[in-house]
């Protein structure tokens, strides 16, 4: 067979997304805290887009209202008893109706990381809409209120104080600086001593001491180790305690309590004694300084008024106005070279399609938000055993949008509500029927059920998962298979009938 190269004429259909489709899909996925940053980075490039800061101590209170304004992202939606009206554009952003963009199919594809870059920036142009205040703003929404000291800065006061030795100090940075956030040390002694050439003997010295400091347990190993630390440290006397960490920490995992018993020649209530004991260390000392939390700002809020109504607003009090701007005077710019008059009208391009995919991104998030809300009413009202199973088509059908549109919409954010802040993807999940088939119960629900029949019954006699599909069914009406309730129970993190059992006189 004879390979040669050739050219040919090749028909294919292939799908085109503009600029403002592509980066309205971008937007749309985006959490209030990562457009805050975005629309910043925008404003700080473009010479078009000026920022006013919302000033949320002086900020008045929005009154609630029943009329859906499409031109208002902001809007307050009211759900009040068993109704709720209001007339909807269709925003499907895959639907071909964005502001007169090239029609796009539903299907679009591929993930959001292979577009290409919407457009592409130059330094021609001095950058005059740069505002300073912009960083100091961001960071002082978004950090913590109050300093907390790390669990390395905590370590490190107590290694300058009981080392004097420069080189000791070194190594016992090192050392530090390999404890992870549980306070357990994951180095390795033999790299750290050929780092600082001694014997690794030296390095575990030095670690032994650091694992005398506070807190206790801190540089351990392993839980193992930490447990041991401190039960030297708090109960030096206790020889039982000792042992049952040294000789039978497996079986203790398991609750395997009459082996142990055994072992140790004690009674089976006498070892749940010492697991008593045991619950007052602490196998990860390092959580007593925890890492900066991260702060979750809730993309919508839900509250129950007075008045017995659910009202649904974005939040976006962090959320800075675009504001289009001027900053070269017309009759200037025709003065301007070519270059820049084009880079100049990119620019002004670039701030309108960046206000107006922000505008369609809070639409669209408000819009699925009341959705959602509304479909989970009893659940805001009531809490989590009213949650009803809920599918992205659920929502994509009720609004007329597509299914993708609901995913991007809802990715990575959170929904503020009477029972907590919730990620959006919590309120999607299978169901289950009850034995009359009216109703339909999540399967979210149903665990909450059934960890509820765990935390209720008689820990010396502990159902086994067969009881609790009974009992599920005998309570709730749910028909259930013993198989899934011991699905349910291990994604719960529940441990079987026999390692709950606990013992007694």
Known sequence: MKLESRQFLQQRQELQLSLFQKQALQILQMPTTDLVQYIKQEAESNPYIELQLKDINNEEEINPSTDFDETSPNSIETIGGNSISADYEDTDMQSGRIDNASEVPEDIGGDLETWDNDYRRTNDLANLSYNPDIQEWVESKFSNLKDRETLRSYLMKQLYTEFKDPKEIQIGESIIASINSRGHFVGNTEDIANEFNVTPEEVEKILSKIQGFDPPGIGAKNVRECLLIQIKQSYPNNILLRKLIEDYYDELIHRQITKIAKGLKIEPYEVEDLIKQLKSLNPFPGHLFPDEPEIIIPDVTVRLTEDDELTIELYDRYLPEIRIIEPVKKENIKQLPKEQREQIEKYKESAIRLEKC??????????????????????????????????????????????????????????????????????????????????????????????????????????????????????????????TVSKYREELKIPNAFERKVYSK
């Open 358 to 483: 922000v505008d369609r991104r809070n639409s669209t998030l408000l819009k699925v938000s009341k959705e959602i809300v509304y479909f989970q009413e009893n659940f805001m009202r009531k809490g989590e055993e009213y949650l009803k199973p809920m599918t992205y088509k659920t929502i994509a059908d009720r609004l007329g949008i597509h299914e993708s549109t609901i995913s991007r919409c809802i990715a990575g954010k959170y929904i503020s509500t009477p029972q907590g802040i919730f990620d959006f993807r919590y309120f999607f999940s299978g169901g289950m029927k009850k034995d009359e088939g009216e109703n339909e119960l999540s399967s979210r629900t149903v665990k909450t059920i059934i960890k509820r029949i765990i935390d209720e019954e008689d820990k010396t006699k502990p159902l086994s998962d067969q009881q609790i599909a009974e009992l599920v069914q005998k309570q709730e009406g749910i028909k259930i298979a013993r198989r």
